[in-house]
């Protein structure tokens, strides 16, 4: 082809050129000088971090003629092969598309001969938890004790998928998210070669979208380049991008400030209007207050900031707005993403957000102290001191006086609170898209996410468990309709024990509880709703296709006392 992709021209030769992944490239370097070479390495970490072009760089330095270097020449015959892909001893293998047993068994037959090139047979895998049980078991063997002069490099996006027999016999390495000015810096440098002109300011919006991935960031600025005319604005990465303008963010941050819900509305049909999509304008909005929160509360900390420039407008705003304001707005804005995900009309609810925080009132922070009741509870403690000699000295009858109102008090409170109700909605939408590797999951990281709470968290899950999950949310057990209605109520435990399966799993899950009581009536309704929707055919199939020892075992035994676990 004439033209190539910027992350194909400019993809990572030698370990110098590996952005943002030092803690690799130094390790990786001084065992190629000390000779101190592993059979088998994994590379691990997000999309677009540098782990198969790291691998490259390694099969290159090792056969490189001038050996032992702590780089590849990229010159002699050995480095210009395994760049071009002609030397049939380097082989990429992609366990996506490959990942019967058949596949590696063709592979790992040819193992045992000697390179015919260099002096090392390197075979890369790439996405290599995308392999079958299967071939796993046939790669275990030849990790376990392989020839010589054979090395394995395994790349994935999700290590937590390997079994743990894989990973024990591989040196690991833990590729970590780009920081957006090591990107910025990347990427200046490419425009200056390739003679672009690009705004710096194009440069660190398109460098927060990548989210901390190189090949996104410059895939985005290719497309940015393709759109723009003599040079890349502002604008144009906003467009590509699908981020808003943070000019959009400051007009609608002062329509909240100054309670205008019709400025705030039009704005917001305005945004609809030229095609942003509004979960992402959710998160846009999320994290201009986030920002704004850390720009008072830590000023000199400029490069934490994701979403915003610190320009004039920016930091009038941010004066006026007070701290209190802040967290009661990234709270509403939190739950408003949250609903939604469940839901066919986001923009009903982002509308419903904007009249919301265009009329919040700013509640006093609970760190404050008010003084204005002190005088009534003086004066209330006089009373009952008074109330406390009269019955010493008449005895208790004021006591059932006095404590019966109360206690009818009490019982109208009690009587009066609503019993729990579990999101039948929400549990359903979990149960249809609710697979058994996402519980295992889930399953599998609960002991080391109770441990990370805190206590008074992890006390609410001592007598709960997961019984479903899926890709964007799980479910939870609980044994008492109190303690889960106590958990459902609280926004710390929630984000808390998101955060914590967000650390160990990758993925933010949000959390649905029902007490146990209202889980089997649920479950059965669901799974009834589900052979309605299949019809009866689904019952004669499974008939039919019974095995046939299976049958004569009902036979025998009768079928009540037969249990078939799949």
């Given at each position: 082809m004439a033209y190539q992709a910027l992350y194909r021209v400019w993809r990572p030769q030698a370990f110098i050129d590996v952005v943002g992944q030092e803690h690799v490239t130094k390790t990786l370097q001084n065992a190629l000088l000390q000779q101190k070479i592993s059979h088998a390495y994994l590379f691990s970490g997000p999309r677009g971090t540098g782990k198969t072009s790291a691998a490259k760089i390694l099969a290159k330095a090792i056969n490189c003629e001038h050996a032992?270097?702590?780089?590849?020449?990229?010159?002699?015959?050995?480095?210009?092969?395994?760049?071009?892909?002609?030397?049939?001893?380097?082989?990429?293998?992609?366990?996506?598309?490959?990942?019967?047993?058949?596949?590696?068994?063709?592979?790992?037959?040819k193992v045992k001969f000697a390179p015919t090139a260099v002096?090392?047979?390197?075979?890369?895998?790439?996405?290599?938890?995308?392999?079958?049980?299967?071939a796993f078991n046939a790669l275990l063997k030849t990790l376990e004790e392989p020839p010589k002069h054979v090395i394995f490099i395994l790349a994935t996006t999700e290590p937590h998928k390997i079994p743990l027999t894989i990973i024990s016999r591989c040196q690991r390495f833990d590729f970590r998210r780009i920081t957006a000015g090591?990107?910025?810096?990347?990427?200046?440098?490419?425009?200056?070669?390739?003679?672009v002109n690009c705004d710096e300011t194009a440069l660190q919006m398109i460098a927060r979208a990548a989210e901390g991935g190189m090949r996104d960031a410059l895939s985005l600025l290719d497309q940015a380049i393709s759109?723009?005319?003599?040079?890349?604005?502002l604008e144009d990465a906003l467009t590509v991008t699908g981020s808003v303008s943070q000019g959009f963010l400051n007009k609608l941050a002062h329509a909240f400030q100054e309670g205008d819900v019709a400025s705030g509305l039009e704005a917001l049909d305005e945004l609809l209007f030229h095609g942003k999509d509004p979960s992402r304008f959710m998160e846009d909005l999320i994290l201009f207050y986030r920002d704004m929160l850390l720009y008072?509360?830590?000023?000199?900390?400029?490069?934490?900031?994701?979403?915003?420039?610190?320009?004039?407008?920016?930091?009038?705003?941010?004066?006026?707005?007070?701290?209190?304001?802040?967290?009661?707005?990234?709270?509403?804005?939190?739950?408003?993403?949250?609903?939604?995900?469940?839901?066919?009309?986001?923009?009903?609810?982002?509308?419903v957000a904007v009249v919301k925080l265009c009329q919040l009132e700013v509640k006093p922070s609970s760190v404050q102290i008010d003084t204005a009741p002190i005088g009534e509870l003086l004066a209330?403690?006089?009373?009952?001191?008074?109330?406390?000699?009269?019955?010493?000295?008449?005895?208790?009858?004021?006591?059932?006086?006095?404590?019966?109102?109360?206690?009818?008090?009490?019982?109208?409170?009690?009587?009066?609170?609503?019993?729990?109700?579990?999101?039948?909605?929400?549990?359903?939408?979990?149960?249809?898209?609710?697979?058994?590797?996402?519980?295992?999951?889930?399953?599998?990281?609960?002991?080391?996410?109770?441990?990370?709470?805190?206590?008074?968290?992890?006390?609410?899950?001592?007598d709960a468990e997961p019984i479903a999950a899926s890709s964007t949310a799980f479910i939870i057990k609980?044994?008492?309709?109190?303690?889960?209605?106590?958990?459902?109520?609280?926004?710390?435990?929630?984000?808390?024990?998101?955060?914590?399966?967000?650390?160990?799993?990758?993925?933010?899950?949000?959390?649905?509880?029902?007490?146990?009581?209202?889980?089997?009536?649920?479950?059965?309704?669901?799974?009834?709703?589900?052979?309605?929707e299949e019809g009866t055919s689904l019952g004669g199939e499974s008939a039919k296709e019974e095995e046939p020892h299976i049958a004569e075992a009902k036979k025998l035994f009768g079928a009540e006392f037969v249990e078939i676990i799949d």
């Open positions: 032992p270097v702590s780089e590849p020449c990229n010159e002699c015959a050995a480095c210009r092969g395994i760049t071009n892909g002609t030397i049939p001893d380097v082989l990429e293998f992609d366990a996506a598309s490959n990942s019967r047993v058949e596949e590696m068994r063709d592979v790992l037959d002096n090392y047979k390197v075979y890369i895998i790439d996405e290599v938890h995308m392999l079958s049980i299967s090591s990107i910025v810096n990347r990427m200046k440098l490419i425009v200056e070669e390739t003679g759109y723009s005319q003599d040079r890349v604005t008072k509360t830590a000023p000199n900390l400029e490069e934490s900031l994701e979403r915003v420039m610190l320009d004039e407008d920016f930091r009038k705003l941010a004066e006026t707005i007070p701290v209190e304001k802040i967290y009661q707005l990234i709270d509403l804005l939190n739950k408003t993403q949250q609903e939604m995900r469940w839901t066919n009309h986001p923009r009903i609810f982002l509308e209330r403690i006089d009373q009952l001191e008074g109330e406390l000699q009269h019955l010493k000295a008449n005895g208790a009858a004021p006591v059932a006086q006095e404590g019966a109102p109360q206690q009818q008090k009490t019982a109208q409170r009690s009587s009066s609170k609503k019993a729990f109700q579990a999101p039948v909605g929400k549990i359903n939408e979990v149960l249809k898209q609710a697979t058994k590797n996402d519980l295992n999951l889930i399953k599998a990281n609960w002991g080391e996410m109770r441990s990370s709470l805190l206590k008074s968290q992890a006390a609410l899950l001592n609980f044994k008492h309709e109190m303690i889960c209605q106590m958990a459902m109520n609280r926004t710390d435990f929630l984000e808390a024990v998101t955060a914590a399966l967000l650390k160990l799993t990758g993925k933010r899950l949000q959390l649905v509880g029902v007490p146990e009581d209202q889980w089997m009536p649920i479950r059965e309704s669901f799974l009834n709703s589900q052979h309605d």
